[in-house]
DNA sequence: CTGAAAGCGCTTACAG
DNA sequence: CTGAAAGCGCTTACAG
C-alpha cells in the first residue's frame, strides 16, 4: 500500500505538507500544493482511514444498531423504511453505516451497548427495545453520540418517534364514526412503548365518544401476517364477534383480512380493518388498506439529522416528534346493524 | 477512554501481557491472566479497534458496496434478500457490515472502487452493474479481497450468480406447455448480464420447441411495478395482443397484472403472467405468482462465505451457481384458443 | 512467563 | 509556507 510517507517522497516534501493538502488546510503554496495533487492522482493513493481515525479519533461510520435478529429487521417494512431514511441522511453527510444486528434476542442490548463503547463507530442510531429497560442508567452514561428511535426512558435520551397515540385516536375515531361499536384491537409482544401509546389512543377515543373498550377484544400477535391472521380467526369465531379490527401494524392487519377472506367474510362489507405504518404493499392491495401512515422515511432522518448534531456539539430538541396521518382507503366501512346473527348489536 | 496501558498499570503488568489475554494468546500464567481480566471487567475496557486496525491490518469490517441508489436498493425485495444472506453470515463470524450505496448512479462503480481500495473494510462483496465494464481491469487487479454478486466478466473475479439461463427456459417452457404461442416477455434497463442469460433461455426453450420467439414482444421496463403495469397496458393493446407474459422479475409481472386487471382482462384466464424472483409478495396475492425463485438469502450467504474463504486465504470455488426453481402458482393457465377477436391464434 | 522498544500511517502543535 | 517530532492505542518480534 502506498503510504503518505510515500507521496511526501515522490512530492519532494514532508507528510506534513501532504497532510495539510489531504485534508484542504491553507498554508501551502499553490505550487507545491499542485504537485502533490498530480502525485496522488497519479498514484491513486488514499489515505488510510485507520490511521487517520487513530491520531482524529474519528471513524466517519454511524452504527445502526437494532436490537433485533436479521430475520425480524428485513421482514419489518417499516423498520427498513426508517433504514432507508438513515441511508439517506448518511450518503448525504458522506459518512459511512454500519449496521449491526443480533444474533439472539437474550443479550441483543449489551451488544448494543459493546458497539456503542468501542470505538469503530462514532455514534449510533438505535432501535427502541423493551429489553432496554435495565440498561437504562448505563446507556444514559455513555459518551459516545447516540440517538434512540423510539420513547426515552430516560431524560437524557435523545429520542424520535411518531406520534403513535394521535394516529390511534384518529383510526380509533374514525371506526366509530363508521358506526362500529365492538372494535378488536390486536397489539403484538414484543410490545415497544409505541404500541402502549396506540392503545392508549384507543382507549381514550373509545372515553372521548362515550364509549369503553372491551378488552376482552384485545388480542397479541407479534407483528407477522401469519399472528394477524390467527388472532383475526379467533376474533371471528367469538360468540359476538367485532365488527372492525384495529390492527396495531399493517402485517397484521393483512392477515386479519386473508383469515376473513378464508372464512367467506368480505372486507369492508362484513368486516372493517384498519392497520398502522402505511407500508408500500398498503397501497398495493385490492381494497386497499385503510391505516394511520407512520413517515419511516422521516423517522430515519430525523434520527441522522440529530446524530450529526450531537456529533456536531450543535443544539438538538429532542424528542422529536413526526406526526402520524389517518389514511383512508378501501378496507374500512360503514358498520351493518346486523351480521352472522348479532341482532343484538346496533348502532 | 481507558487504554491498554491504563490497564497494564492498574494490573501491574505490561502492555504486552495485556494485549495477550485480550488476544487469548498463551505464555501468560494463569495468576496474572485472572488479575488482568479482572481489572478488565470491572473497568468495562474495550480495546480500540482503531489503534488494533492498525498494526493488525484488519477491521473486521465487511463492505457491501451496492452501486445503485439508496431507493433502489430498499424498493427491490430481492437485493435485500441477498442483504439478509449476508447480513446473517457476517453475524455468524463476527464481523461488522458496512453498507455503501451511491448517492448518483454516474460515478457509482468509481465509489465502489474508491471504498474498496480504503482501508476502512478488510474487503467487499459488490452486486454486478453494467456500469462496471468499464472498470473491469481495475477491479481485477485490487488487493483487497472482493465477490461479485452476478456475472465475472473477468477470469480473477469471484462471483456468485443465479442459474438464471435455466430458470428462464423452465418458465417458457412451463408457458409453451400449456398452450401459449405468444409469449411476451419484460426486460429491465439497466440491464444487469443475469436479465441478457434470462433472455437467453427464453429463445433457447422456444427454439428448442420448434418455435421462434418474436422479438416484437420484447419491451423493456425498469423493474418498478410501475413500469410493469405500462409495458402490459401496451401488450394488451396491440392488435395481436400476447396469451402470456414472462416478465424478468417479480415486481414488473405484479405491474402486469394490476393493468390488466384494471382493464376486465382476468389473470390467468385470458392472460398467463409468470414472474422471476418469488418475492415474498408472491405467494401472498390472490391468484398467487407463478415464478423462478431465486434464492436471494443463499446468494448473499455464498458471496460472504466465498469473501471469508478469500479473506483466509483458503480455496475458493467460485463462480458459485445457485439453482432455481419454477414455482407454479395461480397466475399461469391453459391458453385458451379464441380471445378478444383474435380467430387466427390457435394453439 | 514477562516487558522494552519499534512500528502501524496518519495528524497536530510547534519551531523555523 | 514548510518540516521535525511527538502522539494516537494497539501489536509484534525480540531479548531476558
Not at 425480524?72 to 459511512?96: K, Q, V
Not at 432496554?132 to 459516545?144: E, K, R
Not at 430516560?154 to 358506526?179: C, M, Q, S
Not at 406526526?323 to 348489536?345: F, H, N, P, W, Y
Request: charged content about 20%; overall charge negative.
Amino acid at each position: 500500500m502506498t503510504t503518505i510517507d510515500e507521496i511526501a517522497r515522490l512530492a519532494g516534501v514532508s507528510a506534513a505538507t501532504v497532510s495539510k493538502v489531504l485534508n484542504n488546510r491553507p498554508y501551502v503554496s499553490d505550487h507545491t500544493r499542485a504537485r502533490i495533487e498530480r502525485v496522488i492522482a497519479e498514484t491513486g493513493f488514499v489515505p488510510s482511514q485507520r490511521a487517520r481515525g487513530l491520531s482524529q479519533r474519528r471513524s466517519y461510520i454511524l452504527g445502526l444498531l437494532i436490537p433485533y435478529t436479521s430475520d425480524e429487521l428485513f421482514a419489518d417494512p417499516h423498520l427498513l423504511e426508517i433504514m432507508r431514511g438513515i441511508e439517506a441522511e448518511t450518503n448525504h453527510r458522506e459518512y459511512n453505516l454500519l449496521l449491526s444486528t443480533s444474533r439472539a434476542a437474550q443479550d441483543a442490548v449489551s451488544a448494543c451497548l459493546r458497539m456503542l463503547r468501542s470505538d469503530v463507530i462514532d455514534g449510533a442510531i438505535m432501535v427502541e427495545t423493551l429489553d432496554i429497560l435495565p440498561y437504562t442508567d448505563v446507556l444514559s452514561t455513555q459518551s459516545a453520540p447516540w440517538v434512540m428511535i423510539g420513547y426515552p426512558r430516560h431524560n437524557e435520551v435523545r429520542a424520535v418517534h411518531a406520534d403513535d397515540y394521535g394516529g390511534a385516536v384518529l383510526a380509533t375515531r374514525h371506526l366509530i364514526d363508521l358506526g362500529h361499536r365492538r372494535i378488536a384491537v390486536i397489539t403484538s409482544t414484543p410490545r415497544p412503548f409505541a404500541l402502549e401509546e396506540r392503545l392508549r389512543g384507543v382507549r381514550d377515543a373509545h372515553r372521548a365518544t362515550g364509549l369503553h373498550f372491551d378488552e376482552r377484544l384485545l388480542l397479541t400477535g407479534d407483528f407477522s401476517i401469519a399472528s394477524g391472521e390467527q388472532a383475526g380467526t379467533e376474533l371471528l369465531a367469538m360468540s359476538e364477534p367485532p365488527s372492525a379490527v384495529f390492527a396495531l401494524n399493517d402485517r397484521m392487519a393483512l392477515g386479519v383480512i386473508r383469515g376473513a377472506l378464508a372464512q367467506g367474510i368480505s372486507v369492508p362489507d362484513q368486516l372493517s380493518v384498519v392497520g398502522f405504518d402505511d407500508i408500500a404493499l398498503a397501497s398495493l392491495l385490492n381494497p386497499a388498506l385503510t391505516t394511520v401512515r407512520q413517515p419511516g422515511f422521516a423517522l430515519g432522518e430525523a434520527a441522522a439529522r440529530g446524530f450529526f448534531a450531537l456529533l456536531d456539539n450543535q443544539p438538538v430538541d429532542m424528542p422529536t416528534v413526526i406526526s402520524t396521518e389517518l389514511i383512508v382507503r378501501g378496507t374500512s366501512g360503514a358498520a351493518v346493524t346486523q351480521r352472522r346473527g348479532d341482532d343484538e348489536m346496533t348502532c
